[in-house]
């Protein structure tokens, strides 16, 4: 029997083209996700099986350059020249072609067969944009295959193009060719440079254009090059970008006939692109949405998790665990000693409720929301708008992306961060994640605690939250060094989300928390047990007792919460459920849990991805303006 052949298919392109949504289109459900090694960004890889052949599709990182100026364009590039796949597939904006040429042509210059596939074509039709295929094939000598995402046209060709070329044996692909002068320096260096390529010989002429280009990564293959030709290169650099820029004018003036109307900018556009009011704009639409959702959930959740949780699961879990376990401890691990779900910490009760009943639905239709929202086009949008407000803080508008992120869980938002431009980006934006940006699970203890009083107390909490991450961030701004970085993003067209891929994101979002998340959330409620039954808890708590009651006017049990805090905000959040305490006592409780100190995951993270010195640096301010803020709302609320 013979066996079946893997052929890979690397997906390229710039961020916001639908190069996710054709990926899920090509493969299905059925995708790994996994950390490119050494590093914390994620690389999707799906399947897909046509008669003797299987499909390996990579989806990697958006590039706008083989030439990367960030992590994320640094792992794009990484991915093909370790795969060496057998097909690279470029996805471009049917809408503005001009843009994405000029990464057309620097992925020629790899010598891997090149697909070219125009997305959006149906946004293009609808603004008058015609392009002339065969001609745009004939220029660049590669295929070119036109998509839309969202009504699924062009996706069944693009894969019946792929095995056409795996059939015909196809193994490289022809280069843009320059002036002669450029061409004999690229040459030169190839020549200098080969031997001491190794695995990666098959790019010598793409590793040639890089090193003359600036590229830092081939630097050290300096060494072997003759100083008059390293003389010639910041000319020869000039001219290859120039010779490009050119060569792609004159394609597009062939191939492509403009847009016959002015497309009309929406008000929603113009308002959001206003300096100020565009920035507020973008902001209040973004949160209004979100967290508007979260408060009808809330409303949900005073009912059927409630209705379904008492009703039907923690009776019949406890007279089975009771029924089943006589070991004391056991059952206290599993079920607790006392009753209710704040105050029986048992993995199968607390647990169980945390996760299944309250946390999960949520997150799955804010997935839902947020990837509406991507498709739409209104996110990139939120980061233009924000970026002039963002230059306050010390930060470019794209850091916005990683910090709503982190609204669903700050460890993704923190990972997230990797993908920013610079060092202060990423560190800016994980101290405010930290900080101030309660995760999805403690939005949903605090919505269901905070509700119960009225909607001014969760108003007057998120009001706090602001006030302290623009304080607090202002700071950090100056104590963190650090150039801001020019904006780089392109703008989508404004288009309907296509609700199946959606679901499939929402769904490959979920199964992640599945893995990764839920198992915290356990051993958070299993370490607060434990805390509790052993009276570890109440030990450290008391130290802590004439602190919290004297500053704070808090009950000096409140002091255990704070400690559980530590390893799980949520379930610290929840606890304060089986205390008597007034609206404000509340509010004053829950500032300063979300305020005074990272959850251990997400300290950890940041620690690893930044040091002990910043770390140290984000404690200080946390404990320093926790107290202050909780001393500030204790005079203010408790009189």
Excluded at 83 to 111: C, F, K, N
Aim: hydrophobic share 50%.
């Amino acid at each position: 029997m013979n066996s079946m052949r893997e052929i890979k298919v690397v997906l390229f392109g710039h961020p916001n083209v639908g190069k996710s949504s054709i990926f899920t289109s090509m493969t299905g459900l059925f995708v790994e996700v996994s950390n490119y090694p050494g590093t914390t960004v994620e690389i999707y890889k799906g399947y897909t099986v046509r008669g003797d052949t299987r499909y390996i599709i990579i989806d990697v990182p958006g590039a706008f350059s083989t030439v990367p100026s960030t992590t994320a364009e640094d792992i794009a590039r990484k991915v093909i020249l370790e795969e060496q796949p057998d097909i690279i597939v470029h996805i471009a904006d049917a809408t503005s072609i001009r843009r994405h040429l000029y990464l057309t042509i620097e992925l020629l210059d790899l010598g891997i067969p090149l697909i070219l596939v125009l997305n959006q074509i149906d946004r293009a039709r609808e603004l008058g944009i015609e392009i002339d295929r065969e001609k745009l094939e004939n220029e660049l000598n590669i295929p070119v295959i036109l998509t839309s995402a969202i009504t699924g046209e062009g996706i069944e060709e693009l894969m019946e193009k792929i095995s056409e070329i795996i059939k015909a044996k196809k193994t490289t692909a022809a280069s843009i060719r320059l002036s002669r002068g450029v061409e004999s320096t690229i040459e030169e260096v190839q020549h200098s440079i080969e031997d001491h390529l190794n695995n990666y010989k098959r790019f010598s002429r793409a590793i040639a254009s890089w090193i003359i280009l600036g590229d830092r990564e081939y630097q050290y293959l300096n060494r072997y090059l003759p100083e008059k030709i390293k003389n010639k290169f910041v000319e020869v650099a000039r001219i290859i970008m120039l010779e490009r820029i050119r060569y792609i004018d004159k394609v597009c003036k062939m191939c492509v006939k403009p847009q016959q109307m002015r497309m009309k900018l929406r008000k929603t556009e113009y308002i959001m692109m206003k300096p100020l009011y565009g920035t507020l704009f973008a902001i209040s639409i973004t949160f209004l949405i979100i967290w508007g959702l979260l408060a009808i959930i809330h409303e949900m959740g005073h009912r059927i998790p409630f209705i379904l949780y008492h009703n039907y699961y923690d009776p019949y879990i406890r007279a089975f665990i009771n029924s089943v376990i006589e070991d004391k401890l056991i059952r206290n691990i599993l079920i607790g000693e006392n009753p209710g779900i704040y105050s029986s910490l048992g993995i199968l009760t607390t647990g169980v409720f945390f996760v299944f009943f309250m946390i999960l639905p949520s997150m799955f239709v804010i997935y839902i929301i947020i990837g509406i929202l991507e498709d739409l086009g209104f996110i990139p949008r939120v980061v233009v708008s924000c970026h002039n407000c963002m230059r306050h803080f010390g930060m470019s508008g794209d850091a916005v992306i990683p910090i709503i992120a982190g609204t669903g869980c700050s460890i993704v938002g923190i990972l997230s961060s990797r993908t920013l431009r610079s060092e202060k980006d990423r560190v800016l934006s994980s101290f405010i994640q930290v900080f101030g940006v309660p995760c999805i699970a403690q939005q949903i203890m605090i919505w269901a605690l905070l509700g119960r009083y009225g909607i001014f107390y969760v108003l007057m909490l998120y009001l706090i939250l602001v006030i302290s991450i623009s304080f607090v961030g202002l700071l950090a701004s100056r104590l963190i060094t650090g150039d801001i970085t020019f904006l780089l993003m392109e703008l989508p067209a404004w288009r309907k989300p296509k609700m199946s891929n959606i679901f499939k994101k929402a769904i490959a979002r979920v199964k992640s928390f599945l893995i990764h998340g839920v198992p915290l959330v356990f051993l958070g409620v299993l370490a607060v047990n434990i805390m509790y039954y052993t009276g570890i808890a109440l030990i450290v708590a008391k130290f802590f007792e004439p602190i919290i009651s004297g500053m704070f006017g808090l009950p000096s049990e409140i002091a255990l919460a704070l400690i559980i805090g530590i390893l799980r905000k949520d379930v610290a959040v929840g606890i304060l459920g089986g205390y008597s305490l007034t609206a404000s006592q509340t509010l004053i409780a829950v500032s300063l849990i979300t305020l005074y100190f990272p959850c251990i995951g997400s300290l950890l993270i940041f620690l690893s991805e930044f040091g002990a010195k910043r770390t140290v640096l984000i404690i200080f301010l946390m404990l320093g303006f926790s107290a202050i803020i909780g001393l500030l709302l204790r005079i203010i609320l408790i009189h």
